[in-house]
């Protein structure tokens, strides 16, 4: 029989995610502590959004938090992993992909 080891990261009462390393779920937990903030922050701006979107956008900010800071510090070109894409951007996309399909 095997001891397994897991470290879960709970937010009020809800198991959020479960770990095998107490660093991933450290930093796991000091995110969502970031999104948590960052909600607090969008609830007062002065754009109108649910409150699906202001915990759904500050839970991607506090993913990306190392670009977002760059970006702040006046960098121009930031190194992200993963291209952020925009419904505008994949419209875009297929409209020009029926475009060349139909010409």
């Known amino acids: 029989m095997a001891v397994v080891v897991k470290y ?5 009462g809800v198991e ?3 770990f095998t ?5 450290d930093a796991y937990d000091k995110m969502l502590d970031i999104a948590e903030s ?3 922050m969008l609830e007062k ?3 109108p959004l ?9 839970l991607e900010i506090a993913k990306s938090k190392d670009d977002f800071m760059a970006v702040l510090k006046g960098a121009k070109d930031t190194t992200s992993k993963a291209p952020i894409k925009t ?6 996309e297929l409209v020009t992909d029926t475009e ?4």
Request: a neutral charge.
């Open 45 to 47: 701006v002065d754009v």
């Open 100 to 103: 060349k399909k139909e010409a």
């Open 8 to 12: 879960v990261v709970e937010r009020n």
């Open 16 to 18: 959020r995610m479960t």
């Open 38 to 40: 960052l909600e607090l």
């Open 21 to 25: 390393t107490k660093k991933e779920a």
């Open 50 to 58: 649910s409150e699906q979107q202001v915990e759904s956008l500050a």
């Open 87 to 92: 419904k505008k951007a994949e419209n875009l």
